[in-house]
């Protein structure tokens, strides 16, 4: 038995499929890592696997349970990015001053 299945998932917005047909199990203990340049649908995929996009088609399975309909407030499973602070508004002084040497 799978941990986590995924059957033919995918999302379209409008006629722009962002993920298309993705089938992968993840068993316990199991490590993945999603791959792919900017645009390719890494955070789409994601946003799905934690409820808070619905796929236009396929299957999201937790421990035999289809969750593709949970709603993310019952799923308890949460994405965090890792954005950057930006510099932009900083001068070259500023800048420097806060790397280590």
């Known amino acids: ?8 998932l995918s999302k379209a917005f409008g006629s722009v ?4 047909e993705v089938t992968m199990t993840v068993q316990p203990g199991e490590l993945r890592a999603v791959i792919g340049p900017n645009g390719a649908g890494k955070t ?3 946003n799905m696997l934690t409820g808070l996009y619905r796929p236009t088609f396929g299957t999201i399975a937790f421990d035999s349970t289809d969750i593709t309909r949970s ?18 508004s ?12």
């Open 71 to 88: 709603r993310p407030e019952r799923l308890g499973v949460a994405m965090s990015t890792d954005r950057q602070p930006s510099m932009a």
């Open 1 to 8: 038995m799978a941990r986590i299945e995924l059957v033919g």
């Open 90 to 101: 900083f001068t070259l002084r500023s800048s420097s001053s806060r790397v280590s040497p």
């Open 17 to 20: 499929v962002a993920v298309k």
């Open 44 to 46: 789409t995929f994601f």
